[in-house]
């Protein structure tokens, strides 16, 4: 049952890559060469211990199994293992198929393993060989270092010229190669190369095959220019690298051997921890080249690589006084940022505005390049004026190694004079006569003193407290506009809470009437004034009628309140006693009155705690 | 409103100092100009006026990196003024390095159109205006609900949020001013904050530069796409005076 199912799924793998090249082959997606490379997981390994052996052949699948032409001091213990990738990216087909080998030493000291040959079609490839050291004890993995020295981790730091120009564009790179670890977080290198202006350009990851070893890579390229002659050490780059290391202090458990794939299960736990290393690359070494004396023209200014200049002018014909438009491209390989064209300056003839400038530049491959553009404006003063002169621009070409002058005109214009009576105006400038015209110029100088005495411009607005006022002040009414404004519509609309907010208001009022009513000795109005200050306060509360409220309805009204069986018998006592004041004929003394009114206050209280 | 809220008088000592330094420049005596405007400056008169002023006597006395400076601080505060103008470009075509201003992008250059044309203490002002119509605007919406008015606010929101952002922007470069200009005759911009740095590159009296941040005694600056550290002393910061 087992071999049937591997069949049914090696059937299925050949169909899919059958499908595959059939598909490329009618979308006409073009493969790659062929490469056979070959690589070990450990270049240092003890006796006993085995070590993992990869040969991959890119670029096709018909590959004949792996020959070891030598293989000294070690012995095959178990392949090939053949697996085969392939992948359609961009209309490239890429293919490959890979030999897994388990080796084990049979001897001390220095082995080698290869060359390896491996025939695709007719033709044979052959890898280079390998050295392998077998020690007696056990190994352990190592970081940092020497570069490329079978390290998990490492930075490199290359050039790809050491013996340069001032100003001469450099391709550096800083690359971090790893393997058999997790590189959690990567930071960005800090460069600081002295003498040097710095172009960092982003990042790029990739595989490589580096002394035979498999490794992954983060590459940081970057185009320098050298700005002082002599010898200059570069380096050592530092980097910081956060590597996912399992953690070493914990209990081992029945899950954890290697039938249930401990790393696995410290995969799937999180049993892992991101410890932070800092590495460092190699230094080297460069030799900045002075610019040479000989030869080196007057109107140089630095400028170092390969650069082409055009320019012109329009209009060609003009009057007196107008203006013309030089444009300027210069454009090439170097620092296009630190480099400038000699444009036009002021002359007795010419009135010159200073040129606007845009400027782009990039990194092609392992160039920089970049333009620069310029536009200048030019009056011609007078029509004797007959060409626009020359702009030029000079630089060092490091490949023929001797300065270059490059010139962009001189530019034929046919200016007509001012017609007579005319008078053309232009600033800053001196008088010129063109024709039977004035052109009026002022001289190049700075303008007057201002004398006027400004009254007011002594505090600055940010520090002025009546700038602060009219920005905190006007958002403010606002918010209280808004508020009223809620305030008024719910009046207008909710009497219940309408009668709520003001049932406070009529209680005090009726209670003031009925003070007076005390202080008159009018004890009528007294017990009239009481009454209806607890009875519209409770009608009020509970939006009910007052008439509704009397001695004998009000436990009913009240219930289910926060009001207290005490305050209802208290109110209850007051309204019985206004009653009996009110339509009983009862007649009261003054200590009565009094009373009445000192317990009627003393319930108002209560019930406006009680009853909200 | 504008008026109003634009300060107090000067003092009478400041004054004194403007006028004795006008005299002075008059004179021909350009250092006790300078000195007299600064002391104008210390006392709280601080308008476009006197940068102008200052930046003349400076130009006089041959201190091209002190007039671009005090002609910058003069057109930070008289944004359509000519003259000022004037003098900056002949000061700026005067020094070594014409190093080009930074600029903003054309998409904010178009968004702020009025930015350019208005000092920071306008900006402000004309924000509070905005302010204060938008506001009075809603209060009275609040009451009053009618479309018109809702239309016209929106309008208002509108310019308000524009003359909030210009005048947020003025006050971030008031307050974190972050442009200098040279000062020194000759200043070397080094690798790093130490004169025993490798010198990069030199600038002249009168090259503007953009200062990135401080370290004691040092600026890092970029000029020209080129970064470096140059001593704070060789640098002028372009900033207005506030009390």
């Known amino acids: 049952m087992v071999k049937k199912t591997t069949l049914e799924t090696m059937a299925i793998r050949k169909g899919t890559i059958l499908a595959m090249v059939l598909a490329a082959r009618v ?147 800083v690359t971090l190669y790893y393997r058999d670890v997790q590189v959690a977080n990567v930071s960005q290198p800090q460069v600081v190369l002295k003498g040097f202006d710095v172009h960092e350009e982003g990042y790029h990851q990739g595989d490589a095959v580096v002394n035979n070893m498999r490794y992954k890579f983060v590459r940081f390229p970057m185009v320098v220019f050298p700005l002082q002659a002599g010898r200059q050490e570069v380096g050592p780059v530092r980097m910081k690298v956060r590597v996912r290391e399992p953690v070493a202090s914990r209990q081992r458990g029945f899950f954890d051997d290697g039938f249930f794939g401990g790393g696995l299960l410290d995969e799937f736990f999180g049993r892992f921890q991101e410890v932070e290393h800092e590495i460092e690359s190699n230094t080297m070494t460069v030799q900045v080249k002075a610019l040479p004396e000989e030869g080196r023209p007057a109107g140089f200014a630095g400028a170092v690589g390969q650069y082409e200049l055009r320019a012109g002018v329009e209009p060609k014909a003009v009057q007196a006084g107008t203006a013309v438009t030089l444009t300027a491209e210069l454009a090439g390989t170097g620092n296009v940022n630190a480099v400038s064209v000699t444009l036009l300056t002021n002359t007795v003839e010419l009135r010159v505005y200073d040129p606007e400038s845009r400027r782009e530049q990039r990194v092609e491959g392992t160039r920089m390049v970049g333009r620069r553009r310029y536009t200048q404006l030019v009056i011609p003063l007078s029509e004797k004026v007959h060409e626009i002169p020359a702009i030029e621009f000079v630089y060092f070409d490091p490949r023929q190694e001797r300065y270059v002058e490059l010139k962009g005109g001189p530019f034929a214009v046919e200016v007509t004079a001012v017609p007579e009576g005319s008078d053309v105006r232009i600033a800053d400038y001196r008088p010129v006569k063109s024709g039977g015209g004035t052109v009026k110029v002022l001289a190049e100088d700075i303008l007057g003193l201002k004398t006027q005495r400004s009254v007011w411009g002594t505090r600055r607005a940010l520090d002025n407290v009546v700038c602060a006022a009219g920005l905190a002040v006007p958002p403010m009414v606002w918010i209280a506009a808004v508020v009223i404004a809620r305030w008024r519509e719910r009046m207008r609309t909710d009497a219940a809470w309408t009668r709520r907010v003001k049932a406070g208001g009529r209680l005090h009022k009726y209670m003031r009437e009925a003070r007076a009513a005390y202080r008159r000795h009018d004890h009528r109005k007294l017990c009239e004034a009481v009454s209806d200050a607890l009875c519209h306060y409770i009608a009020d509360q509970l939006h009910v009628n007052a008439p509704q409220v009397s001695a004998m309805t009000l436990p009913g009204l009240v219930e289910g309140t926060r009001v207290r069986e005490e305050t209802v018998r208290a109110i209850q006592g007051v309204l019985e006693e206004c009653d009996f004041g009110r339509f009983g004929g009862g007649v009261f003394d003054a200590a009565e009155a009094r009373a009445l009114l000192q317990h009627a206050e003393e319930v108002a209280q209560r019930l406006q705690r009680e009853l909200r | 409103m504008m008026a109003a ?83 900056l470009a002949t000061a700026r075509r005067a020094a070594k390095e014409q190093l080009a201003a930074r600029e903003m992008p054309a998409a904010v250059q178009a968004f702020l159109f009025f930015y350019f044309h208005v000092s920071p203490d306008e900006s402000v002002w004309l924000f509070v205006a905005a302010t204060v119509v938008l506001f009075s605007g809603l209060a009275v ?46 200043a070397a911009v080094r690798a790093g904050p130490a004169a ?33 550290w140059i001593a704070a002393k060789d640098v002028s910061m372009i900033t207005v005076r506030r009390r």
């Not at chain 1, 080998?101 to 033709?123: D, K, M, N, S, Y």
């Not at chain 2, 952002?165 to 005759?185: C, K, M, N």
């Open chain 2, 196 to 228: 025993t740095e490798t010198v990069l590159f030199e600038l002249h009296d009168g090259a503007e530069v953009k200062v990135l941040s401080r370290e004691g005694g040092w600026c890092k600056i970029v000029a020209a796409a080129q970064k470096g």
């Open chain 2, 141 to 186: 919406q609040a009451f009053w609900r009618a479309g018109v008015l809702r239309q016209m606010l929106v309008i208002v929101g509108v310019i308000w949020g524009v003359l909030g952002t210009g005048a947020g922007i003025h006050s971030y470069r008031v307050l974190w001013p972050d442009e200098a200009v040279v000062v020194a005759e000759r």
């Open chain 1, 27 to 173: 979308l006409g997606v073009r493969a790659e060469e062929v490469r056979v490379t070959a690589s070990v997981d450990r270049q240092v390994l003890a006796l006993g211990e085995r070590l993992t052996l990869q040969v991959v052949v890119s670029g096709s699948q018909n590959a004949s199994a792996p020959e070891f032409k030598e293989l000294r001091g070690m012995r095959v213990v178990q392949g090939p293992a053949t697996s085969t990738q392939m992948s359609i990216v961009n209309g490239e087909v890429s293919s490959s198929v890979t030999f897994t080998f388990v080796l084990a030493p049979t001897a001390l000291g220095e082995q080698e393993i290869g060359p390896i040959e491996v025939r695709v079609g007719r033709q044979v490839y052959r890898t280079t060989p390998m050295k392998i050291v077998v020690s007696e004890g056990s190994q352990q993995k190592q970081s940092g270092g020497e570069a490329g020295a079978g390290q998990a981790v490492f930075l490199v730091l290359q050039a790809d010229r050491t013996n340069v120009y001032v100003n001469e564009q450099m391709y550096m790179t």
């Open chain 2, 5 to 87: 809220g634009c300060g107090a008088r000067p003092a009478g000592e400041a004054i004194r100092a403007w006028e004795e330094a006008g005299a002075a420049y008059t004179a021909t005596n350009y250092s006790k100009a300078v000195r007299l405007y600064r002391k104008a400056e210390e006392l709280g008169y601080t308008p476009g006026a006197l940068y102008y002023n200052m930046g003349n006597a400076y130009y006089r006395e041959g201190k091209l990196g002190r007039a671009i400076c005090a002609y910058r601080q003069a057109k930070w505060l008289l944004p359509r003024d000519g003259d000022v103008a004037a003098n």
